[in-house]
């Protein structure tokens, strides 16, 4: 059915909003990164003072910026590790399987905020669950959260509670793998690691190749755990990009600044991203 | 079960997984059922005894003795619970309402009929789902102050009315699969487009509208960004936010606090268990089509 005036009605609602929220305050905040704004008063124009004191006066950007690759470039592929294994493992053939994959997935539908607040709990250094049972076999756990070397692990470790979601994704994907090239494989005399590196691997690259990417786009938006657990500290161990950008933009009211970061960040998650595409043609197979 | 010899198990292999996945479980279950024994505990359980720096955690202090459930309604009389309760529903309902419906109308405008620049558009909205909200946040917030809703529920419900392009994807997905003879039926009889939409492809769309509905309680109910932006009157608070500002507050009251996290994330997992397919299948979808 061609209709121009019809096509349009329907997707006007869509139309309407990405024009309001999304062309509007994207060329808006071009502007704002070269402004000094306060929300109260009107922005001044600054010129390029926001990037310069970004680029060179400014070390807790920085450190922002490295906590969240470190924590995208360790996260991010741990996750991914342990969900496939998981995945794997959920796949076999044993009674009472739908069991543990519903055991596996809860955790991923708590709400941040609550499971914050759990980690929070158990992590507390004196009277928390998790030194309490190390206590039990001898050891002294360390601060966790309240530890700069630590505090960042802790963090890492929780995202790997929530791999549930990932898990059935990969499920989704192994079930997709036709029966036949196990069967060819297992003809060629291929043992089960064979099996698991030759086909199920390669067949499994563009579920792995989407799980990444969405990984790392998840990593620079990562907020509320830090938010709610750590607020960044100790010694900003745990500031991470997004959160230093609502602390400089609600706390400090810089922004123009803050718009300059979001900028950056714009710039860096697209980099990212598209080194990753580039990377894709090599070991993402699409296809039997 | 699929039928890959990847699966075919041997008997000492079948105890072998059950025993891994046993001892995997365990990490998975332990932070929530710690929630809920916490949340059952008196301060004795809890607090290390006089003279002890540490309190005597340990497996068997899983089990709450005396079972204490004064924690809850005290949870309750420390923060506004039917309150935020109020809120986050009414939250919910609205965003619900107002994603599911205009993005299938935009889904059935981009999957059935064909208009000028359909497809750059469409591009166009694939592209803003990769767009980090950061980007768009500041003057987003300058809008809606400029607006005078800051501080309202205003921010929090109108954008939801506007399409969500997540959703919007997967309707399309979901509505080019319908066969189109239904449709031209319609049509030959003079029905609009509205009515082919309204009465043909919506009511066999029931299983994608489920998923994105339940997609959107699920982000509006644990939504802690929004909230921490725009409301700052505690008649108004939203559950989730009203958690984090209840631990920054009173993060002492670890039996109450769990209390209130437990109370916050039960109805989440009940609703998993109402509508496990739906969840799982919706998952999958994201994953594997997406």
């Known amino acids: ?288 | 079960m699929n039928e890959n010899p990847l699966t075919r198990l041997s008997p000492a292999q079948r105890i072998l997984t059950h025993a891994v996945l046993l001892l995997l479980a365990i990490p998975f279950l332990l932070p929530l059922a710690w929630m809920i024994s916490t949340s059952l505990k008196g301060d004795a359980q809890i607090f290390p005894r006089e003279g002890s720096s540490v309190s005597p955690v340990s497996l068997a202090n899983l089990i709450p003795s005396p079972v204490q459930f004064e924690n809850y309604p005290a949870a309750l009389k420390t923060v506004p619970f039917a309150v935020y309760l109020q809120n986050t529903l009414l939250l919910c309902l609205l965003n619900v309402i107002g994603a599911v419906g205009s993005s299938a109308v935009v889904a059935y405008g981009f999957a059935r009929i064909r208009f000028k620049g359909r497809e750059v558009l469409f591009v166009l909205l694939l592209a803003t789902m990769a767009l980090p909200g950061q980007v768009t946040m500041i003057p987003t917030f300058a809008l809606y102050t400029k607006l005078g809703w800051y501080g309202s529920f205003l921010p929090l419900i109108v954008p939801a009315f506007f399409g969500a392009p997540f959703f919007i994807f997967l309707m399309r997905q979901f509505f080019m699969t319908l066969p189109e003879e239904l449709a031209e039926a319609a049509r030959i009889e003079g029905a609009s487009e509205w009515d082919i939409f309204w009465r043909i492809i919506l009511p066999l769309s029931k299983p994608v509208l489920a998923t994105c509905a339940l997609f959107q309680f699920l982000g509006t109910w644990n939504d802690f960004f929004t909230p921490l932006l725009y409301l700052n009157d505690p008649s108004r608070y939203t559950l989730a936010y009203g958690l984090q500002q209840f631990m920054s507050s009173y993060g002492g009251k670890y039996a109450q606090l769990m209390a209130a996290a437990t109370m916050f994330t039960a109805p989440i997992i009940i609703l998993f268990f109402l509508a496990q397919k739906t969840f799982i299948q919706g998952i999958a979808t994201t994953g594997t089509k997406g």
């Open chain 1, 1 to 288: 059915m061609q209709s121009n005036r019809t096509g349009y009605a329907f997707i006007s609602p869509w139309l309407l909003g990405f024009l309001i929220f999304t062309v509007f305050p994207f060329v808006a905040s071009i502007y704002l990164s070269f402004c000094r704004y306060d929300i109260i008063s009107p922005p001044a124009w600054v010129g390029t003072a926001n990037y310069e004191e970004l680029l060179a006066k400014d070390p807790r950007l920085w450190k922002a910026l490295w906590n969240t690759l470190y924590y995208a470039s360790v996260a991010v592929p741990l996750g991914i590790v342990a969900a496939f294994a998981l995945a794997l493992l959920l796949n076999l053939d044993v009674k009472g399987m739908s069991v543990y994959r519903t055991i596996f997935f809860l955790p991923n539908i708590v709400p941040a905020v609550a499971t914050s607040i759990v980690f929070v709990w158990i992590l507390n250094p004196q009277i928390g669950l998790v030194n309490g049972l190390l206590r039990h076999i001898g050891v002294e756990g360390p601060a966790w959260l309240n530890d700069t070397k630590w505090a960042m692990r802790s963090l890492i470790m929780m995202s790997l509670w929530g791999v549930g979601g990932s898990v059935i994704i990969y499920l989704a994907g192994l079930k997709d793998i036709p029966a036949s090239l196990y069967e060819a494989a297992v003809v060629d005399g291929a043992g089960t690691w064979d099996r698991v590196r030759h086909v199920t691997i390669p067949m499994m690259t563009p579920v792995i190749f989407f799980n990444l990417i969405m990984g790392i786009i998840g990593a620079f938006q990562y907020f509320t755990q830090a938010f709610i657990m750590t607020a960044g500290g100790p010694e900003d161990s745990t500031l991470f990009y997004a959160l230093y950008l609502f602390y400089r933009a609600w706390r400090y009211l810089d922004m123009g600044y803050a718009s300059a970061m979001a900028w950056v960040l714009f710039v860096v998650v697209t980099t990212v991203t598209a080194v990753v595409f580039r990377t894709h043609r090599k070991w993402v197979h699409y296809g039997g």
